[in-house]
């Protein structure tokens, strides 16, 4: 049975997050504890397009994304440990970072920022290469673009 696409990269994205996440320094506290928890997407319009399998709607509604503090930046995204620095409400992410999503798939070149617009709500601008070679996967080479709304369901 082929994988969709979405479920590629959100099994991957959490696969990888059973790596280390620790507690650390960065941005002042009061910043970090705003992004810290669980988000759900309520909106999302996000697609890929892809060498193989050609453009993909995803469905991102019902997701979920979890950020934690981070030892060496100011907030980490649970799944990949993509590191993201705070400033002004907006945090983005650190360039040159790498998910490995299993078996031989990874995602790079990633540009992202998750705005606050609200204490319970935020928006992300999202846009990545997902190599998808794989035989689990097979979509080829896709560009990720997300432009979401998320809600915030548990602070840790």
Known sequence: MQRTLATTIVVGLLSAGAALVMVGCGADAPAVDEFRGVWRYDQAAASADCSVAGPQNLNLVGNHKEFREGATSDLVEVGCDYKYDIKNRVATIETGQICDLGN?????????????????????????????????????????QISGHLVRVSKD
Not at 126 to 139: E, I, N, R, V
């Open 104 to 144: 031989g798939d990874s995602e790079s070149s990633v540009t992202a920022t998750f705005t606050l617009t609200s204490g319970t709500t935020m928006e992300e601008s999202t846009m990545a290469t997902d190599s998808l070679l794989s035989a689990a996967s097979g979509f080829g080479v896709c560009t990720l």
